[in-house]
């Protein structure tokens, strides 16, 4: 037998055992000899590759898909393959129109004619799923430094990310400081996974509601602002601001936002309202007796005549003769005397009641749930008794026997302004007066 018929019976069984192999296998297939050229490729290289299987077969090195650039990289590998028998490497190939493409060739020698067979992996997809990654891992690392730089100048700690139906916010983006809210040394991923476990439990079901998936989903496009406290592990109560923008997108909501402690806002707050506070109650005071003035007794008047409930009473009460007492013993020592009289006025009410300095030497008291005009009558009583029952002391070892008159009134039925009210125990009391004074008069 000679040799030329042995070659061209390995050819022959060569071909029958690479077609069932090359039609079966996806991914390009081409056979080499040992001196590089192509003996066989199968459908998907020539698919892959954009050259027909004639345009292939026979073709020398460089072949065909090697780009120009790269044939030095190609070469370099070819001789790895040949010293190692073996070899895999990603390298970018030519397809005929000229667009290069990414590919992992991996490369077996037979050893017992040292030709190639060659396996063409097209990773084009899975380049560009690694570029998406790494576009995207980019932007979050600049997103995260953006923020960094954001939150070191206002002072607040900023994230975005995507709410799931569980509640639980995903960050892609997030900047330093959390730490700071918390009261601890770490800022890190962990610490951010216990936040909702550090609001303060008052504050919690509020909290859950604003942060609810299902409320989100009906806010898209709004700016959401909710305060509440959180419990540091430093032991300290912290106000934040919470303040985010909501986007929902195919049924996912996207959140970005920021959270600042308040804390000394909220003080500052309180101490103002303190201020307000005490600032409406000396506008509503008269200095010298410290009982409610004029204008303030109005006010409550009118509101408690116009709720439903116990019918309310007025008791007017002037200090008989105090004129005189000026006259005679000076301005200073009338002064005395309308403090103590406030004062007895003020022992003798119910905590309901309602004790006014009127004007001058006249008081103004608002009788809580007086039923008729004989319990009205007894409750002025209990008022003018009283202040007369024991002598005034004014200093100086002086003591003055000090009278009222009182003249009191009920609301009608008919449901009159709190004026007629006033007007009707102003009438009595003109009438307890001109009677000899010292008495109680019901209008």
């Known amino acids: ?30 056979h080499c000899t040992a001196q590089g050229r192509i003996i066989a490729v199968n459908e998907t290289a020539c698919a892959m590759t954009g050259f027909s ?25 070819i001789t790895r393959v040949i010293d190692a028998g073996h070899g895999e490497h990603e390298l970018t190939l030519r397809r005929k129109d000229g667009a290069r493409f990414p590919a992992i060739v991996t490369v077996g020698v037979d050893p017992t004619d040292d030709s190639r067979v060659v396996l063409i992996k097209d990773v084009t997809e899975r380049a ?18 953006a923020l960094a730089r954001s939150a070191e100048v206002i002072g607040e700690f900023l994230y975005s990310g ?49 942060w609810s998936f299902a409320t989100m989903l009906q806010r898209d496009g709004d700016i959401i602002q909710h305060e509440y406290r959180l419990v540091g592990y430093d032991g300290v109560f912290r106000w934040v601001r919470d303040r985010w923008r909501v986007t929902v997108t195919d049924g996912r909501v ?34 010298l007796t410290e009982l409610y003035n004029r204008r303030h007794f109005s006010t409550v008047l009118g509101e408690r005549l116009g709720r439903p409930g116990p019918t309310a009473g007025i008791a007017m009460a002037d200090v008989d003769h105090f004129k005189a007492i000026n006259d005679v013993h000076g301005h200073a020592v009338g002064d005395r005397v309308l403090r103590a009289v406030a004062r007895r006025l ?12 009127w004007g001058g030497e006249e008081f103004c008291v608002l009788l809580d749930d007086v039923g008729d005009d004989e319990a009205l009558a007894a409750r002025a009583e209990r008022l003018r008794r009283a202040i ?9 070892g002086t003591h003055l026997e000090v009278s009222v008159s009182v003249g ?26 001109a009677g000899g004074r010292n008495r109680v008069m019901v209008g």
């Not at 042995?6 to 390009?28: K, N």
């Not at 009191?408 to 307890?432: E, M, N, Q, T, W």
């Open 162 to 210: 995507e709410l799931g139906a569980d509640a639980e916010l995903v960050t892609s983006a997030r900047g330093p400081g959390l730490g700071a809210l918390l009261g601890s040394t770490d800022d890190g991923l962990a610490l951010f996974a216990t936040y909702d476990d550090r609001v303060h439990r008052d504050d919690w079901p509020a909290y859950r509601e604003a």
């Open 254 to 287: 996207f959140l970005s936002g920021a959270v600042c402690d308040i804390s000394v806002l909220r003080r500052l707050e309180s101490e103002r309202q303190a201020m307000v506070g005490q600032l409406e109650l000396l506008s509503s005071l008269d200095p």
């Open 128 to 145: 560009e799923l690694l570029r998406q990654v790494r576009d995207a891992t980019l932007e979050a690392e600049k997103a995260n430094a």
């Open 408 to 433: 009191a009134a009920r609301p009608s039925a008919d449901g009159a302004p709190p004026a007629d009210l006033l007007a009707a125990a102003d009438r009595a009391l003109y009438r307890a007066k």
């Open 53 to 77: 299987a004639e345009e292939l077969v026979g073709a020398t090195p460089p072949l065909p898909y090697w780009p120009e650039e790269d044939l030095g990289a190609m070469q370099a590998f």
């Open 346 to 357: 003020r022992q003798a009410t119910r905590p309901a009641d309602v004790v006014a300095r």
């Open 1 to 30: 037998m000679s040799a030329t018929r042995c070659v061209v019976v390995d050819e022959l069984e060569r071909e029958r055992r690479w077609h069932p192999v090359a039609s079966a296998i996806r991914d390009g297939l081409v």
């Open 388 to 396: 007369c029952r024991d002598a005034i002391s004014v200093g100086g």
